[in-house]
T-cell receptor
Framework: QQQVKQSPQSLIVQKGGISIINCAYE??????FPWYQQFPGKGPALLIA?????SEKKEGRFTISFNKSAKQFSLHIMDSQPGDSATYFC????????????FGTGTLLAVQP | DTGVSQNPRHKITKRGQNVTFRCDPI?????LYWYRQTLGQGPEFLTY????????KSRLLSDRFSAERPKGSFSTLEIQRTEQGDSAMYLC?????????????FGAGTRLSVL
């Protein structure tokens, strides 16, 4: 019940295309859903995050869509660029005393020029 | 604000040796987390500090692992009698207590290789 399932494992998109990464969860206590971007040799960096009281959040080319009833959320990267090539992780937190994050297994995105 | 700093960046050790990693969080961040990341996986929670108090430990944190955060500032993670299965990236994250408490800022990690 603590898992966050992420797909696809890898994704190849042409420059200018839309990248879509999906995540699903079971624990209805989760109340915070961030997406992290990680480049090789670096730590994860927060990209965008959403709470379950909204269905969509957009920041620049990055959009989170959230479906509370289906317990699913997704990251959309519009106008994908080669510089977006990285590993993307979805995560969830139950807002408990620790706010620890439960991460998905990651999606390796390659944007071809 | 220089971000979360972790040292060393890389550590190679022989099986059975002890290793210690250090994390310097963003100043004034009360919350500090340690995660472990193996190749091709997402980070997994190890332990959490609020100021100097260690409030949660994952079952992943065996008796060979110990973490401290003296005076609520930097933190250390020690692994005793290392095993090859300990090879991983050890990530530290910090977070403010309050409005933005969910936002965790990660360091670049310490990559441990146990030979």
């Amino acid at each position: 019940q603590q898992q966050v399932k992420q797909s696809p494992q890898s994704l190849i998109v042409q420059k200018g295309g839309i990248s879509i990464i999906n995540c699903a969860y079971e624990n209805t206590a989760f109340d915070y859903f961030p997406w992290y971007q990680q480049f090789p040799g670096k730590g994860p960096a927060l990209l965008i995050a959403i709470r379950p009281d909204v269905s969509e959040k957009k920041e620049g080319r990055f959009t989170i869509s959230f479906n509370k009833s289906a317990k699913q959320f997704s990251l959309h990267i519009m106008d994908s660029q080669p510089g977006d090539s990285a590993t993307y992780f979805c995560a969830a937190s139950d807002g408990g005393a620790t706010n620890k994050l439960i991460f998905g297994t990651g999606t390796l995105l390659a944007v071809q020029p | 604000d220089t971000g979360v700093s972790q040292n060393p960046r890389h550590k190679i050790t022989k099986r059975g040796q002890n290793v210690t990693f250090r994390c310097d969080p963003i100043s004034e961040h009360n919350r500090l987390y340690w995660y472990r990341q193996t190749l091709g996986q997402g980070p997994e929670f190890l332990t959490y500090f609020q100021n100097e108090a260690q409030l949660e430990k994952s079952r992943l944190l065996s008796d060979r692992f110990s973490a401290e955060r003296p005076k609520g500032s930097f933190s250390t993670l020690e692994i005793q009698r290392t095993e090859q299965g300990d090879s991983a990236m050890y990530l530290c994250a910090s977070s403010p207590y309050g409005g933005a408490k969910n936002i965790q800022y990660f360091g670049a990690g310490t990559r441990l290789s146990v030979l």
